[in-house]
């Protein structure tokens, strides 16, 4: 099926992305050259998908490192309660924009809300990342438990004096959402590929704010590419805005490089593009094993995702 852009770009979006961004790099990415005046900047709040971890590492450098300021935004990050639904939030406009799993995107497609993903973070399932972390020097005890932040399990126990390392299997942060059913399915192999993570907003802000979520989803690039650069120091900056994660802060290194393969694949034309038969083939399964029924969900499978707002695919 055909992936459709989920709405056309009247010549007011051109024309706010000249005002908005000074120069455009060759890649398409918006860099500004001016200086907001105080208090002026758009306000925009973003959802994670669980409690903050190395996951979000690109979204905390593109703060630290100025790029959402310099694209005139202000940006303030909203972490769920442990029974929100950051899909539910933002479909109910308590935020503008969410973290979420293709997964959850489909499912709520499917209660007739227009979410569509703009922008993947892991293009894998994230049940297939595996965490590994140096052996204990003794025995005893559990692993770092990646389900404290809400995005993995933790199997098995500290590494014995044997000298073998721990290794931790992630899980996607909003499964506790998904039916029993589906939650069986998608542990076992057999399913087709999805993206485990995605930046998703709403159908109505991606054409009534066009100018908006396109400069967020492109700081973002920024700040991956940051991350992708130098991750200590970007776990660093994470521990910076969470203290918290400090006692964590060597598995939180462990799971960003494992997670950096999936973050950057290779053969894509730019950071977070969703591949288009790999969402529709997901779709599908998901419809013949009796998760899509609703008649517009089926008939709009190919808009639950769009490239528009990319670096160098949109404005």
Known sequence: MRQ?????RP?????????????VAGCGEIKNTFTPAPHSANQLTVALAGRPNAL????????????????DIDVHIVVPAPGQDPLTMLHDGQVLLAFSSEVNVFLHRNRNQP?????????????????RTPAAKSSGG???SASRPSTSRTHGKRSTPTGKPTVTTL??????????????????PGYPTYDGLVLVARGESISGYPGLVSRFAQALARGYRAAQADPGQAITTLINAVPALAVRAQFERAMLDAALPEMFPRGLPVWGYQREAEWNTFGDWLNRNGFLTDPNALLELGQASTNQDLAGLGI
């Open 4 to 8: 459709q852009r989920l709405s056309s």
């Open 11 to 23: 010549a007011a979006r051109a024309v706010a992305a000249l005002l908005l961004a000074a120069a």
């Open 56 to 71: 979000y590492a690109g979204l905390y450098e593109a703060l630290a490192l100025g790029y959402f300021q310099q694209t």
């Open 115 to 131: 979410v569509a993903g703009i922008a993947a973070i892991m293009h894998a399932p994230l049940n297939q990342v595996k965490v």
């Open 142 to 144: 559990v692993a770092p």
């Open 171 to 188: 899980t996607e942060p909003d499964e506790r959402f998904w039916p029993a059913k589906l939650r069986r399915l998608l542990a076992q």
